[in-house]
């Protein structure tokens, strides 16, 4: 049983499909996982739907599912609940699921693979002629800049993460930007809104107060990244995820630094 999409696209990548009964009602990676019941949303969960399915154990992820998790203990479920924020623990996730499945040697080719995507990521990124000073914003009302992993890939691609430091923070309320006015400070050159559930609209960012004058508003250098890719902490965020981000960069230098 799978309550969120990370895990769901890691088992169907290490051929162990077959052992899922239920899945988030958010999950969209691979497209044929939607024919699986659906049992949950991030926050909540059918206890009842789930006990019906009898899974021998439910994977979940984060603090925030702790409630859920909770209760199917309480009902007498096993649940491992992940609770990564970085790269790292991305392909570590992959590694333990593997193994808890039976497997571990398909987990390591993946991780491998995954890996080795990395670095080619990174090398393109060293051989930028700069790095962008990027804005990463996971919400908008607060403000709510990237979590680790994000911050961590644009860093592999060659760009800078303008709030850094606050990505060190697993949860959203401490990455909260409470004056707008920092932005306009940092000067991000390129913008990237994931809004979660929500369409991005560049004309928001636009009408902020003083946002006219960050370089990456001038010179319309405002992106939208799926959230499905960069905040789900699984596969997606380092095959397309990275490769969302290689693209913008790449377009960002080849108007801004000729």
């Not at 991305?90 to 040697?105: F, Y």
């Not at 592999?156 to 959203?172: K, M, Q, T």
């Not at 001038?218 to 290689?246: F, H, K, M």
Request: net charge negative; glycine share 6%.
């Amino acid at each position: 049983m799978c309550l969120t999409e990370e895990t769901t696209e890691t088992l169907y990548a290490l051929g162990a499909d077959d052992l899922i009964v239920g899945v988030s009602g958010f999950v969209t990676r691979p497209r044929r996982a939607r024919q699986k019941p659906k049992v949950s949303t991030f926050l909540d969960a059918k206890i009842d739907a789930i006990l019906a399915l009898e899974p021998d154990v439910v994977l979940a992820w984060s603090d925030l599912q702790a409630p859920i998790c909770a209760e199917l203990i309480r009902q007498g479920v096993e649940v491992v609940c992940f609770n990564h924020r970085s790269v790292e623990g991305i392909l570590s996730m992959i590694l333990r699921l593997g193994a808890l499945v039976g497997k571990g040697a398909e987990a390591e080719r993946y991780v491998e693979e995954l890996s080795a995507g990395l670095e080619r990521a990174a090398k393109r990124g060293a051989q930028r002629r700069r790095r962008p000073r990027v804005y990463f914003e996971e919400w908008y009302d607060p403000l709510i800049s990237g979590i680790r992993w994000v911050s961590e890939l644009i860093t592999i691609c060659g760009g800078e993460d303008v709030f850094e430091e606050l990505s060190r923070f697993p949860d959203a309320k401490r990455r909260i930007i409470a004056d707008p006015e920092e932005v306009v400070r940092r000067a991000p050159e390129i913008i990237i809104a994931s809004w979660c559930g929500k369409m991005f609209k560049p004309e928001r960012l636009r009408q902020r107060p003083g946002w006219e004058t960050i370089p990456a508003v001038r010179a319309n250098q405002l992106y939208e990244i799926s959230s499905s890719i960069i905040l789900q902490p699984g596969p997606a965020v380092l095959t397309d995820g990275v490769e969302r981000l290689l693209a913008i960069f790449d377009q960002w230098e080849s108007i801004c630094c000729e």
